[in-house]
């Protein structure tokens, strides 16, 4: 217990540096990579779950969660452990009415039943007690308010490493390091709705998102991915390109949200504060067959049929982002790559339009061709005599000369090039 409380406190302090708010207040508005994505996607799913006109912000950072439903005319009351994050909001803030106050975000200063929403952006992914955090909240929450936060997803970590992982092992792994600043709370979505449960809450929506932003934000569904330099070069460019972020906010909310937990790295919890043990029983069940659906190699239709992206509304949305751009394009084929590899089974038939179907089933041919080339020219040069041969001085010159046996091998024998520059 003395490790925990160590890391809640380690924690906590960690934000109290004027400096570190300071960068913070920069990286949470970048304008680089995936990070305006995750800004879209989180303060959207604030901004739609929020309820009622009286919102409590706790450990509200920057405010980015609350500050825009502050500017519809909503009451917002912020409260963090930080008087230079508290600082920075108010200078955010500029002339939008807020209330702020130093506070912890496990001992509120309000009475019972305070707030139609309680919001928290960033905050629980950051404390192992938060079974305690989700009593204390309940209490300032009216009956038939809600509950609004994120967590990172056990679920989606068991799909690399094991359904063996458990939330006590991982936070044993970091007291034993005494490397508080690795730990992040992973939550099953199954636990969740327990904890719902014994406090008499409802889950309204558990919602998977952050499938594919990169850096500290592991997917761990795409993990193979996601080690590739082309695919982090590809992604680097979401934010400097407007239809490219506009087929990720689109994928963001019309897919990955309509999924179960095991498909992201972090979902968001909305909780409505009132007890409906047989909702819950039925919003597992779903989840339940959602996961059957998914691990099903040949129920991608079936699959889409469950969530409801058949009709034509989705299809002629999705063909436009996948044909806005090159960029988008190749986006998108990379997902389609992963699939296959994964071994999901093929989109259902009818959701791509003929043109882009022929695209995508050309540039998988053509990969092939290249990985078959590849391998047969590294199988050449592995040859010892072949190695002996392309020395010079000590100096090996095979590998220099594997790109031209590659394209004469696709030209002449696969016949998958035509030998033209371009």
């Known amino acids: 217990m003395a490790d925990v409380d160590q890391l809640i406190q380690w924690k906590t302090n960690a934000w109290k540096d004027s400096n570190m708010v300071a960068w913070y207040s920069g990286r949470m508005v970048e304008s680089s990579g995936t990070n305006p994505l995750k800004n879209a996607v989180e303060v959207g799913l604030c901004g739609k779950y929020a309820t009622g006109p009286r919102i409590l912000d706790v450990g509200i950072g920057t405010g980015r969660g609350s500050l825009p439903l502050a500017r519809q005319g909503r009451e917002v009351v912020g409260i963090d452990s930080s008087q230079a994050m508290l600082d920075e909001t108010r200078r955010l803030a500029g002339d939008t009415p807020i209330t702020l106050q130093q506070g912890d975000v496990e001992r509120l200063s309000f009475p019972e039943a305070s707030f139609d929403t309680l919001l928290s952006l960033n905050v629980v992914v950051h404390f192992p007690h ?34 063996g992982v458990t939330e006590q092992g991982l936070l044993q792994q970091v007291e034993q390091s005494g490397d508080f600043s690795t730990y992040v709370l992973r939550v099953a979505a199954e636990d969740m709705v327990a904890e719902a449960d014994r ?5 309204a929506a558990l919602v998977p998102y952050g499938a594919f932003l990169g850096g500290g934000n592991v997917n761990y569904l795409m993990e193979g991915l996601e080690r590739q330099w082309g695919w982090k070069r590809l992604l680097s460019w979401m934010a400097l ?33 009132v007890a409906d043990p047989e909702a819950n029983r039925a919003w597992l069940a779903r989840n339940a067959e959602m996961n059957r659906l998914m691990r099903s190699s040949d129920s991608l239709a079936e699959l889409f049929d469950f969530i409801g992206l058949r009709g034509q509304e989705f299809r002629g949305a999705l063909n436009h982002h996948v044909g806005a751009s090159l960029r988008n394009f190749t986006f998108f084929y990379a997902l389609y790559r992963e699939m296959m590899e994964k ?74 090039f035509t030998g033209e520059r371009v």
């Open 130 to 163: 938060w079974r305690r955090l989700l009593a204390e909240w309940k209490r300032v929450v009216r009956p038939g308010g809600r509950i609004v936060f994120d967590v990172h997803s056990l679920d989606n970590y068991r799909c690399a490493y094991g359904e």
């Open 343 to 416: 071994g999901w089974g093929e989109l259902p038939e009818g959701i791509l339009e003929q043109q882009h179907k022929a695209r995508v089933l050309a540039w998988r041919k053509n990969e092939r061709a290249d990985d078959e080339a590849l391998r047969m020219a590294r199988t050449w040069y592995a040859q010892p005599e072949m190695k002996q041969a392309t020395e010079n001085r000590g100096i090996s010159m095979g590998e220099a000369m594997e790109y031209f046996l590659v394209e004469r091998l696709l030209t002449d024998y696969l016949g998958m």
């Open 199 to 203: 406090l008499g809450l409802r889950v």
């Open 241 to 273: 390109d407007e239809r490219f972020h506009a087929f990720g906010l689109y994928l963001e909310q019309e897919l990955v949200a309509k999924l179960s937990t095991r498909v992201t790295g972090r979902y968001m919890v909305v909780l409505d504060n």
